[in-house]
């Protein structure tokens, strides 16, 4: 479960206000105590954040609370720095960041919407150093602080975060090397050792067996502690005061803690999925969560001798969930790749820890020994791909379109060369969901793919269209194809006709017009521009033609001038930057027909998307409905 977007929990939600957390800073009682109190003070407020944004990561921001809240409250002062490189436990940094003052206390209410917290960390939020998300380079950007700072003489020391699942990152390991060979002293790593990574155990995935004696082998200052005993981590902390050495600490902690019910402990060793690894808790679990953590608070007050907190109360009505009529690509996938495996029992399926939100839970079910799950390694998956391409398998190969496209695009060029079939599925393709933010937001992946020799990219418009480009993948293709899905549900206002099948560079009209055709592809852009369509043909007698274009890096000339026909004006839409997107390609091919055909307009990402609710971001960005009308109103005006 990489990052699950689900419903605002409904009804009566908690949080704790400032004056109350300034109070407890102020208490005159043991740091240690004063932090644990603090910490579930900002766990209850990292659960309200999440469950009114309807999506956000629970565990791995409840492991860590204990900690970051020590370090921020006692530890890390004048030129030192704390960031997290897991990035997951942003609303747990939020809240500890706005318990202490340093963020502006409204934004609680704005996580995961424009102009508010993103649901990864970015430097545009004030306390956060280092954008993270994309896993494997906290250390890195650790050495790099570091080393300006003795460039520049200034003083500092850095506090890094990673999670455990991270360390099946390749750079998290190079980073380790030259950290001790330059003595970078001023460097302390943190591992949230919570043992589960998005989907499941750690050590069900890849187990990282001697930890202390693998990271001592690199040279560096190893210790062990209770990372949710916050007496046990300051000792550690104070016991490597004055090391000459890069020092690493190995937290362990409970994902979830904090909630009974949400503790990894209180699930069996096997379990197949952990349920609080993303998304916000239905509303019967957030109330159990809450008042656990509240009555917690209240007798931790008691006991220290102070009043009981007080408690800010929000209603929340219940917001519309997506129609059932919505389009579900992800879950048509899984059916067509089951129809595709019984066909070809060389097909093997390769997971990068994201079983749930690729899809394939039913094919591991039904074809376990031809499942393989390869962990955070996107490199090493696409490398083993390519290995078992060499020996007669048909590997298909997933993980979230902007890790799959960038992590391991040298590794899918290599097996481009070889020219063996791999087929590449890169789902949570494109600017939504907005609320993960861009280090999710695949907006890049045509630019990064579309040069490989023999590499075929395609995006299906609707569940139908799923199926059939699959099967042309597999059945026709003459080489390797990259498949791009969008994960969300989404109301399409389209259908595609019942006789149609893809054929290669070609795609469908599914509005006819003919004063100005749009050019897109997938169901966010195309319900778009048919909303557009309907809109300009209502308001302005306006003839808007919608043509389906599935492929991304091809179109057939041909057919491409054909479809347009008298259209003067062409508007080719991008789910990713105009640089490198399918409009460029179109443009390329339209420009060798000479002048007296249609002027082309681009509508795409020209800077990096913000992170905020679907329709929030795809209005900043200028690629819903209403832009579409603008752009073409102006371009016919002038």
């Known amino acids: 479960m990489g990052d699950l977007v689900g419903q605002a929990v409904v009804g009566t939600l908690y949080y704790i206000p400032y004056s109350e957390f300034q109070r407890v800073c102020a208490l005159n009682v043991p740091s240690e105590r004063r932090a644990a109190i603090f910490a579930d003070m900002c766990r209850l407020n990292a659960l309200y954040m999440i469950a009114r944004a309807g999506s956000g990561h629970i565990g791995s921001s409840f492991s860590s609370l204990d900690i970051m809240s020590w370090l921020l409250l006692e530890e890390v002062q004048g030129g030192d720095v704390f960031f997290s490189s897991k990035g997951h436990d942003a609303p747990g940094y939020y809240s500890v960041l706005i318990g202490l003052g340093k963020l502006d206390f409204e934004l609680k209410h704005k996580l995961r919407k424009i102009d508010g917290l993103p649901g990864h960390p970015d430097i545009g939020t004030p306390g956060i150093v280092t954008n993270t998300g994309s896993l494997g380079m906290g250390i890195s950007k650790a050495k790099g602080m570091v080393l300006a700072n003795r460039i520049a003489n200034r003083p500092g020391r850095v506090f890094v975060m990673t999670g455990d699942g991270e360390l099946q990152e390749g750079q998290f390991w190079e ?7 330059f003595g970078l002293h001023e460097i302390t790593a943190i591992i949230d050792h919570n043992k589960l990574q998005s989907d499941t155990f750690v050590k069900n995935v890849s187990d990282l067996g001697d930890l202390e004696a693998k ?5 560096w200052r190893v210790e062990r502690c209770n990372g949710n005993d916050i007496g046990a981590f300051a000792a550690t902390l104070a016991a490597l005061k004055g090391e000459t050495r890069p020092k690493i600490i ?8 904090g909630v009974s019910f949400m503790e990894h402990t209180s699930l069996d060793s096997d379990v197949a999925m952990y349920r609080f690894h993303s998304g916000a808790p239905d509303a019967s679990s957030y109330r159990l ?33 997506p129609p059932a009529t919505a389009q579900r690509l992800i879950a048509a996938y899984s059916r067509a790749l089951l129809e595709q495996a019984e066909k070809h029992p060389n097909l093997v399926a390769l997971d990068a820890d994201l ?31 390519g290995g078992m391409a060499l020996n007669g398998m048909l590997p298909v190969v997933h993980s979230f379109a902007c890790f799959l496209s960038a992590r391991p695009n040298e590794q899918i060029y290599n097996n481009a060369t070889e020219k063996t079939k791999i087929i590449y599925v890169g789902s949570l393709a494109g600017v939504v969901p907005g609320g993960p933010g861009h280090s999710h937001q695949a907006v890049r992946d045509i630019s990064a793919l579309a040069a490989i020799p023999g590499l075929t990219l395609v995006e299906p418009s609707c569940e139908a269209e799923v199926g059939l480009l699959l099967d042309w993948c597999i059945n026709e293709a003459p080489g390797s194809c990259y498949i791009r899905l969008v994960s969300l549900p989404w109301e399409i206002p389209y259908q595609l006709p019942e006789d149609y099948r893809p054929k290669y560079g070609q795609g469908v009209t599914l509005v006819e017009g003919t004063d100005v055709a749009i050019i897109a592809y997938g169901p966010v852009l195309l319900s778009a521009a048919v909303q557009a369509a309907g809109i300009l043909v209502k308001e302005k007698n306006l003839g808007v033609k919608v043509i389906n274009l599935p492929w991304l890096n091809i179109v057939d000339s041909n057919w491409l001038k054909t479809t347009i026909g008298s259209c003067k004006h062409v508007l080719c839409l991008d789910n990713h930057y105009v640089i490198g997107g399918q409009g460029e390609v179109l443009s390329r091919t339209m420009v060798q027909w000479g002048s007296q055909h249609a002027r082309v307009h681009h509508l795409g990402l020209k800077e990096v998307p913000p ?7 795809l209005s900043r960005i200028r690629l819903d409905a209403g832009a579409i009308v603008e752009i073409i109103e102006k371009e016919l005006n002038r």
Do not use: W
């Not at 190995?250 to 803690?257: E, L, M, N, Y």
């Not at 007798?299 to 007080?310: C, P, V």
């Not at 079983?355 to 039904?366: A, M, Y």
């Open 250 to 257: 190995i937290a362990d902690t409970v994902k979830g803690k």
């Open 289 to 321: 969560a809450a008042q656990e953590i509240m009555e917690r608070l209240q007798n931790r007050l008691h006991e220290a001798g102070s009043a009981a907190l007080e408690f800010e109360k929000v209603e929340r009505e219940a917001t519309t969930p």
């Open 215 to 219: 990271l001592r082998a690199f040279g």
């Open 175 to 181: 980073s380790l090397i030259s950290a001790v060979n």
């Open 355 to 385: 079983v749930l939100d690729t899809g394939l839970i039913p094919f591991r079910d039904k074809y376990p020994e031809r499942f393989i799950e390869c962990g955070i390694a996107e490199q090493d998956m696409v490398s083993m791909a």
């Open 611 to 617: 992170s905020g609710t679907n329709p929030e971001v």
